[in-house]
């Protein structure tokens, strides 16, 4: 399993389930609102799958939510974000399966990747809002560095 991490560190893997790419980013400002992931039942038997966001779900349509999936087999799931007024954050996407026949121990299994949706227009304006704060602060100590200086010679 190790191997297959250091290999493949776009795969997200546990057991029972596999899931590509092992995050999710959606970008706003370039229109990058719509990502694809590729579940996989790398089991024995077949299993149920149900992926859903841990937070700000509403915000998000994922397509199929629910399904089925045969041993060895994969199924691509949409994901699609609606409008979030420019407001960047981080949350799960959660992938978890059931075998299909019910045993008594009623054993899942899961796997969590990381979803990242940002507003490089918005970033942006906070990156030079704090350009221009930390050049001011620079500004200030040179001037007041030349001040104390100026008042050792005297």
């Given amino acids: 399993m190790l ?19 092992s995050q999710i980013m ?16 790398p089991s024995s038997e077949t299993q149920l799958f149900t992926v859903y966001f841990d ?20 199924r691509q799931v949409d994901i699609l974000l609606s409008d ?22 009623g054993t899942k299994t899961g796997i969590k990747i990381r979803a990242v949706v940002i507003d490089t227009e918005h970033n942006a304006a906070t990156r030079n809002w704090m350009s221009y704060f930390l050049a001011g602060v620079i500004i200030v100590l040179i001037l007041e560095l030349l001040w104390y200086i100026k008042g050792q010679k005297s």
Wanted: net charge negative; proline share 8%.
């Fill in 55 to 74: 937070e700000f779900g509403e915000l998000f349509k994922v397509s199929p939510s629910g399904f089925e999936l045969p041993p060895h087999t994969s």
């Fill in 84 to 105: 979030t007024g420019s407001e960047s954050f981080v949350t799960n996407l959660s992938i978890v399966g059931a075998p299909e026949t019910v045993s008594l121990l």
């Fill in 3 to 21: 191997v297959l991490l250091i290999l493949f560190p776009r795969l997200a893997v546990a057991t029972g389930v596999e899931v590509s790419p």
């Fill in 26 to 41: 959606f970008d706003q400002k370039l229109g990058q609102t719509r990502q694809t992931i590729e579940v996989t039942n």
